[in-house]
C-alpha cells in the first residue's frame, strides 16, 4: 500500500470509538475494527493514517451495528467534548472568538485528513464561508460531508451554549465540484453584555446632559450616580463573563502546550535514536561494542521499560540473549541463560515466529496466547513477569540474524504502531550494522594471519617511502631499535643510521631505483645510542605500474661482524701474548744472571766504604758504583716481576693501606718535588674488603701508575685516586669472560695529555715508553702494573681521550679473610639480632654463604634460599622476619618480581634489596612498592648489620 493512499488520521476513528462506547456501550469494537482492517493499536497511534476503503468499511459496519444512518452527523457534533480530538481541540479553543477557529479550520485540516483542501473567509462578526475541494483522485462519501457539517455546528456550543447554524448550498455529492458551508452563530455572552455596557455608556451620558439641564443640582447628580452603577453593574458582569472566557482559554492553551511539549520531545527523541543508531552501526566494527552501544540508545531514547536484543547462532540453530536493560539484578542472570530454538519453524514462540516470517509483532496480551508456549517458555514469561511487548526481526538481505524486543511493566504507556515502525527502522539499521561487523571481522581474522607473519617473523620487516620516511615496522624491528611502532612512523630511515654513514643511503636510493632492488650491510644506531649492523635485502613496490615505496627485510648481523673482530682481536692478543711470553721467559733468564754478576756490584761497594777514610777522594766513585748497581737490580726486580716469577699472593692485604703508605713514602716525596704542580686527591672508600695479594708488588704498581699520571700533566694537574668495593657478574670492558664475585677496585685518573689510540695498544709492552729514560723509570713500569694485576687474576681497564687524560681501574678479586695484625676499630653491638628470623635470597651459592656466616655473627636465625621460587615456597610454610633479596636472579624469577609474590603470601613484609649494579628502575620500583633499603654488594659486614638492624627496627 502507497503511503498516498492514507488518508485519513487515526484520531478521526478514535472518536467513533469513544462515541460508541458512550452512546453504545454494549458493542464491542473489536470485530468492528477487524471487519475494517484496522487495530486498537493503530487507532491509538496519533500517528497512523488510514484508507478511505478502511474508513468506509468501519462506516458501514458502524451503521449496521447501530442503525443509525446519521451516526456520522452525530460523531461530529460529539467531536466538540471528544479527548480524541486531543491537540487538535485545545489548540483550536485557545481562540476566544468562533470565526478565528473556523479561519483556522484550513491550518488544522491537514491533520486529520489528506483528502481535500479546506479554505475559509469571513462574511460578518459571526458568519464564515468554508469550502472543501477533493484532491484529484480523493473518492470522498457523503457521510464524510455529514461529519463535517456535525463538526462545524458543535464548534458553537463552547461559546454560545448552541450549535452553529450551517447552510450547504453547494456539495460534491450533489453534482458540485466543491462542498460549500455558510456557518453562523450567536454571539458569546461576554460580548453580548460587552455591547449592552457600550449601549447604556452612550445612553448614560445624553441622559446626563439632560438632567443637568433641567433638574436642579443635588437631584441631577442622584440621577447621574444610579445611571454611573447601573453601566457598572452591567460592565462588572461582562468582566466576568469574559474572565471565565479567558480562563478557558488559557487553561486550554496550557494544555495544548504541554502536548506540543510531549510530542515535540517525543519527535525528537526519535531523531536522536534514529541518528546515534545510525551513527553506532556506521563507526562501531565491533559486534559486542554495537549491541552494547545501541542497547544503551534504547534505553536512552525509547519510551519503554524494558529492551533486549537476542542473535541467532553461527549455525543458526538457536536464539541468544546478548544484551538487554531494564530486567534488574534479579533478572539479569534468567535472561543471560535464555536461548530459543530455532530448529522448529512452525514454533507458536513469539521471537520464533517472528525470526522465521521476518514479520513484527505486537503482542497486547501475552497471557492470551500463554497456552501456545511450551511449559519451559510459560516459567520464563512469569519470571520476567511480560505482559505485553513488541518483537521486530532483525534482517539484513532477506537473512534474519536476530530480534529486537520491547516490553513495559511499570509505565502504562500503550504500544502504538509508531514504535512498531521506529523499531522496525532501527533493526534495518542494526541488521546492517551487524553485517558491516562481521565482514570486518572476517576481515580481520584474515589480516591478522598476514599480520600475525609479519609481526612474529624473527627478521626486521619494514616498508618506507620513496624518500626514506618509515612507513611501518614490524616488532621485531621495533624491539631492536628501541623504538616504539608510532615513533618510528614519524622517522626517517636516516635517523636510524650512524651519522658517518648517512651519506651512504642517497647511494643506497639511487641504486634501488635504478636495479628495482639492493641488498648489503648497514650500520644502524638504537634510541639509547648502541649500534649494531644489519644485512638487508630491499625492493620496489608498485602500484599501477609506478613506484610508490620500498619494503625490505634485514637480520642482525652485529654478533657474527663481532665475532669476526673478535677472533681478529684474539688473534692479535694471542700474539701479544705470546710476544709477552717469551719477553718474560727471556727477561726471567737476563734477570737472574744479571742478579748474580749485581750482587757483588751492589754489595761490595758498602764494605769499601767502611775501609775507606772519610776524607778518601774514592768514596764518590764507589758511592755512584753502588747508586748504580741498585738501579739496576731495581730494573731486575722488574724484569722478574714482568716474567711473573717469585710473585707471592698469600698475604692479607689492605688496599687503602698500602695507597695510604705510598703517598706518605720519601719515593713519592722525591716525585712530588719532580711535579710541584701536580696535586694528588684521594677518595678512598671508608670500609673495604681485603684482598690476597702481595705488598710489594701492588705497592710497586700503584708507585707506576702515579708516576705516570704526573709525567702525563707537565702543565701540572690533579690526580684522583679512588677506592670502592664492587659486585661484578658481568663482563668488563675488553673481557669477556669474569669470574662473577666480589672485588676490589682502584680507580686513578689524570686530567693529562691522554694517550694516543695507537699507542693504548702497546703501552704493556716492556720498554714501550714516550718518558725520559733515567729520570721518570725504566721503561717496565706498566709492564710491572699488568704481570702485578695478572698475579692477583684480577683486570685492568683503560680509557684516554687526548687531551682530557687517562684513568686506568683495576679489579682485584677480594678475600673474607681479615688481617690478623689489624684488631677491629669498631663495635657491632648496636646491629645484634634480638631473635628474629631472616631468610637470605641469592642464586649465587658463594653469596649466600658469605651474607648466611655476616648473619649469624650477629645472631640471626638464618635460612636461604637459591632461587625466587624455592624463597616463595619457603615464605608459605613460614613468615620470616626480613627477606635479604638478590636482585638479579638468572634463571627463573628475579628479586621484583619474587618481592612481589612474597607481599601477596605477607602483605606487610619486610625486605631489603641487594645488587652488584648500580641502583635501576626494578630496584627503585621494588623500594617503592615496601622494600626497606637498597644494599649495593659485595657485603660487609658493617652494612649488612646497619641496613638489616635499620629495617626491623622501622
Known amino acids: 500500500m502507497k503511503e498516498e493512499d492514507r488518508l485519513y488520521n487515526s484520531r478521526l476513528a478514535r472518536i467513533y470509538l469513544e462515541y460508541l462506547r458512550f452512546q453504545f456501550p454494549d458493542i464491542q469494537a473489536d470485530h468492528l475494527l477487524a471487519y475494517a482492517g484496522m487495530t486498537k493499536l493503530e487507532v491509538e497511534d496519533p500517528a497512523h ?224 535514536l534514529v541518528q546515534e543508531v545510525g551513527k553506532a552501526t556506521a563507526t562501531i566494527l565491533n559486534k559486542d561494542e554495537l549491541i552494547t552501544a545501541v542497547i544503551a540508545i534504547m534505553k536512552n531514547r525509547l519510551n519503554f521499560d524494558r529492551g533486549a536484543i537476542l542473535l541467532a547462532n553461527a549455525e543458526g540453530s538457536r536464539l541468544d540473549y546478548i544484551a538487554g536493560y531494564g530486567f534488574g539484578p534479579e533478572n539479569e542472570p534468567t535472561m543471560r541463560g535464555i536461548q530459543f530454538n530455532l530448529a522448529q519453524p512452525d514454533s507458536k514462540g513469539v521471537f520464533v515466529r517472528s525470526f522465521w516470517d521476518q514479520k513484527p509483532l505486537i503482542v497486547e496480551d501475552i497471557g492470551a496466547i500463554k497456552h501456545q508456549f511450551s511449559t519451559r517458555s510459560q516459567k520464563l514469561l512469569e519470571a520476567i513477569q511480560v505482559h505485553s511487548l513488541i518483537s521486530v526481526p532483525i534482517v539484513y538481505e532477506n537473512k534474519p540474524v536476530g530480534i529486537i524486543a520491547v516490553d513495559n511493566v511499570k509505565s502504562q504507556n500503550a504500544l502504538s504502531q509508531s514504535d512498531l515502525n521506529l523499531i522496525m527502522g532501527m533493526a534495518s539499521q542494526l541488521a546492517v550494522g551487524i553485517s558491516n561487523a562481521d565482514s570486518f571481522n572476517k576481515l580481520q581474522q584474515s589480516e591478522e594471519k598476514y599480520r600475525d607473519i609479519f609481526e612474529n617473523v624473527s627478521d ?196 687503602n693501606k698500602i695507597i695510604s703508605d705510598y703517598l706518605t713514602s720519601p719515593e713519592h716525596g722525591k716525585l712530588k718535588s719532580f711535579h710541584p704542580d701536580v696535586r694528588v686527591d684521594c677518595d678512598l672508600a671508608t670500609t673495604m674488603l681485603n684482598i690476597m695479594g702481595s705488598p710489594v708488588h701492588l705497592a710497586k704498581s700503584i708507585m707506576n701508575l702515579v708516576s705516570n699520571a704526573a709525567e702525563a700533566m707537565p702543565e701540572g694537574g690533579t690526580i684522583t685516586i679512588r677506592t670502592s668495593n664492587a659486585y661484578i657478574d658481568t663482563p668488563l670492558e675488553g673481557y669477556d669472560i669474569v669470574e662473577e664475585g666480589d672485588y676490589v677496585v682502584f680507580h686513578i685518573s689524570d686530567n693529562g695529555i691522554g694517550i694516543p689510540e695507537k699507542d693504548l695498544k702497546r703501552i704493556f709492552e716492556p720498554f714501550y715508553t714516550k718518558k725520559i729514560m733515567g729520570r721518570s723509570g725504566t721503561g717496565l713500569g706498566m709492564s710491572v702494573v699488568w704481570a702485578t694485576v695478572k698475579d692477583h687474576k684480577g683486570y685492568i681497564d683503560v680509557a684516554s681521550t687526548i687531551g682530557s687524560g687517562t684513568t686506568f681501574t683495576l679489579y682485584f678479586p677480594a678475600t673474607r679473610e681479615i688481617d690478623t695484625q689489624v684488631a677491629d676499630t669498631w663495635s657491632f653491638k648496636d646491629y645484634m639480632a634480638k631473635g628474629e628470623r631472616i631468610l637470605v635470597v641469592d642464586d649465587v651459592s658463594e653469596q649466600r654463604q658469605i651474607a648466611s656466616v655476616m648473619l649469624r655473627r650477629l645472631g640471626y636465625a638464618v635460612e636461604s634460599a637459591a632461587s625466587g621460587e624455592e624463597a616463595v615456597a619457603m615464605a608459605k610454610q613460614y613468615t620470616p622476619d626480613l627477606v635479604v633479596l638478590d636482585m638479579i636472579m638468572d634463571p627463573g624469577m628475579d628479586g621484583l618480581e619474587t618481592y612481589r609474590q612474597l607481599l601477596d603470601i605477607n602483605a606487610g613484609q619486610k625486605a631489603i634489596i641487594a645488587s652488584g649494579f648500580s641502583e635501576s628502575e626494578k630496584v627503585r620500583t621494588a623500594l617503592r612498592i615496601g622494600a626497606g633499603a637498597y644494599l649495593k654488594k659485595p657485603y660487609l659486614l658493617d652494612k649488612i648489620g646497619m641496613a638489616v638492624r635499620a629495617e626491623l627496627d622501622r
Request: glycine residues 8%.
Open 460 to 655: 626486521y620487516l619494514y616498508y618506507h617511502d620513496l624518500a626514506g620516511r618509515i612507513i611501518q615496522t614490524n616488532r621485531s624491528f621495533q624491539k631492536v631499535s628501541g623504538y616504539r611502532s608510532d615513533e618510528l612512523a614519524h622517522m626517517h630511515i636516516k635517523d636510524l643510521i650512524t651519522k658517518r654513514y648517512r651519506p651512504d643511503f642517497d647511494a643506497y636510493l639511487k641504486r634501488i631505483m635504478r636495479d628495482g632492488q639492493s641488498e648489503g650491510t648497514m650500520r644502524l644506531v638504537k634510541k639509547d645510542g648502541t649500534e649494531f649492523i644489519i644485512e638487508y635485502k630491499n625492493s620496489l613496490v608498485y602500484h599501477n605500474g609506478q613506484a610508490t615505496g620500498i619494503r625490505g627485510s634485514a637480520r642482525d648481523i652485529t654478533e657474527r661482524w663481532l665475532s669476526m673482530r673478535e677472533k681478529k682481536g684474539l688473534e692479535r692478543k694471542l700474539e701479544q701474548a705470546q710476544k709477552m711470553e717469551a719477553i718474560g721467559t727471556l727477561a726471567g733468564g737476563v734477570a737472574h744472571d744479571l742478579n748474580n754478576i749485581l750482587s757483588g756490584i751492589v754489595s761490595y761497594p758498602d764494605l769499601l766504604l767502611m775501609d775507606l777514610p772519610e776524607n778518601s777522594h774514592l768514596r764518590d766513585p764507589i758511592r755512584t758504583i753502588r747508586d748504580s748497581g741498585q738501579k739496576a737490580a731495581a730494573i731486575v726486580q722488574d724484569l722478574l716481576t714482568m716474567a711473573r716469577r717469585g710473585v707471592t699472593v698469600t698475604d692479607v692485604v689492605d688496599l
Open 49 to 272: 493514517w488510514f484508507t478511505q476503503e478502511q474508513v468506509d468499511r468501519f462506516h458501514d459496519v458502524l451503521v449496521k451495528e447501530t442503525g443509525n444512518e446519521a451516526i456520522s452527523r452525530d460523531v461530529g457534533r460529539y467531536a466538540a467534548s471528544s479527548d480524541g480530538m486531543g491537540l487538535v481541540k485545545r489548540y483550536a479553543l485557545g481562540f476566544i472568538n468562533p470565526a478565528n477557529i473556523y479561519v483556522l479550520t484550513g491550518k488544522l485540516a491537514p491533520l486529520l485528513t489528506r483528502g481535500a483542501a479546506i479554505q475559509t473567509q469571513r462574511l460578518g462578526g459571526t458568519k464564515v464561508e468554508i469550502i472543501a475541494t477533493p484532491y484529484p483522485g480523493v473518492n470522498e462519501k457523503d457521510y464524510q460531508c455529514e461529519n463535517r457539517l456535525g463538526s462545524f455546528e458543535s464548534i458553537g456550543l463552547h461559546f454560545s451554549k448552541q450549535y452553529a447554524k450551517v447552510e450547504h448550498p453547494e456539495c460534491c455529492h450533489r453534482g458540485d465540484t466543491r462542498c460549500r458551508y455558510i456557518i453562523s452563530w450567536d454571539k458569546a455572552p461576554s460580548m453580548l453584555w460587552k455591547h449592552i455596557r457600550n449601549v447604556s455608556l452612550m445612553f448614560d451620558l445624553v441622559a446626563a446632559v439632560i438632567l443637568f439641564l433641567y433638574l436642579p443640582l443635588l437631584t441631577s447628580v442622584a440621577a447621574v450616580l444610579g445611571l454611573g452603577l447601573k453601566t457598572a453593574l452591567i460592565a462588572i458582569y461582562g468582566l466576568h463573563l469574559e474572565k471565565a472566557d479567558l480562563t478557558r482559554t488559557v487553561v486550554a492553551q496550557g494544555d495544548a502546550a504541554q502536548e506540543h511539549i510531549h510530542e515535540v520531545n517525543t519527535r525528537y527523541s526519535n531523531a536522536l
